[in-house]
């Protein structure tokens, strides 16, 4: 079982070629699974105003179209917002933290949860909207998951309601995961970020995919650190985050999301020119 770490941090273009000499090179495909929200994308205030900067998005396209490169969009939001986001045929998308799954094709994987965490889901919904959609606070609802977003509350009363917020999610048997200013509420279910993403990598190349293909997988999140885990040692993850100090999984840290440019540059670098 692999230990999180202080990761060694990459500050531009130069020090991926640097750390990963020949990870990545044209006799072999390469699978890059990256998040949405403060990865290929700023964090905003409100999720309905992200949006991918200028550069990072036509990289993103460019690599997306080669046939050497698979790629997949692993998001917290629901399957259609982030397709919706992101707005890049011919990719997988994963939404609910891989709870969905969009092939291009067309084809789908839902991860089907039992009746009783259905009907909790529901009641739990509701109790939140009745007790804590107050003072600027407002709840996604992705119909398996959710995320009750408080960045708009005031100081003085953000701790008290998102106290309440994460015990009544607990209440009904769902995980509280702290994020940037929300609390997001999954399902009590093994799957997770990291399941899905080795169910991904598995239905494309196979049983033996760490042998076909290197892979890539970036996010910001405490939700992606379920992948950075199961990626030890088969690929190499990135985790975006400003504390020097932050424990991870990841292999390589990345000081601020502007340096997700510079890694699909890096991956452009080996395949694309």
């Not at 769902?174 to 990291?194: D, L, M, S, T, Y």
């Not at 999140?221 to 424990?247: C, H, K, N, P, W």
Request: net charge negative; aromatic share 8%; with cysteine.
């Amino acid at each position: 079982m692999p230990e999180k770490r202080v990761a060694p941090v990459i500050n531009n273009l130069e020090d991926f070629e640097q750390n990963l000499p020949g990870y990545l090179n044209t006799s072999n495909k390469v699978a890059v699974l990256l998040d949405y929200d403060g990865t290929l994308a700023p964090i905003a205030d409100n999720p309905a105003k992200t949006k991918m900067p200028v550069e990072l998005e036509a990289i993103l396209r460019k690599i997306a179209k080669h046939p050497e490169v698979f790629l997949a969009v692993i998001s917290g939001r629901g399957l259609k917002d982030v397709q919706k986001q992101v707005n890049i045929d011919g990719i997988t998308y994963a939404g609910n933290h891989g709870l969905e799954i969009e092939y291009p094709d067309g084809s789908r994987h839902d991860y089907e949860l039992p009746t009783e965490i259905q009907k909790n889901y529901t009641n739990m919904v509701r109790e939140l909207k009745e007790k804590v959609e107050k003072n600027g606070a407002w709840v996604e609802d992705k119909r398996v998951s959710l995320t009750y977003h408080y960045r708009d509350t005031p100081v003085e009363l953000k701790d008290e309601q998102k106290q309440l917020a994460a015990e009544i999610c607990q209440k009904y048997g769902f995980r509280a995961n702290q994020a940037h200013e929300a609390i997001e509420a999954k399902p009590p279910v093994n799957w997770n970020k990291g399941e899905a993403a080795l169910y991904i990598l598995k239905q494309k190349f196979g049983e033996n995919w760490a042998q076909e293909v290197s892979v890539v997988f970036a996010g910001d999140d405490t939700t992606d650190e379920d992948a950075m885990r199961v990626l030890r040692g088969l690929g190499r993850s990135f985790r975006i985050a400003a504390d020097d100090q932050i424990q991870t999984f990841a292999d390589f840290r990345l000081p601020k999301q502007a340096l997700m440019t510079d890694l699909l540059k890096w991956i452009a670098g080996v395949y694309v020119s």
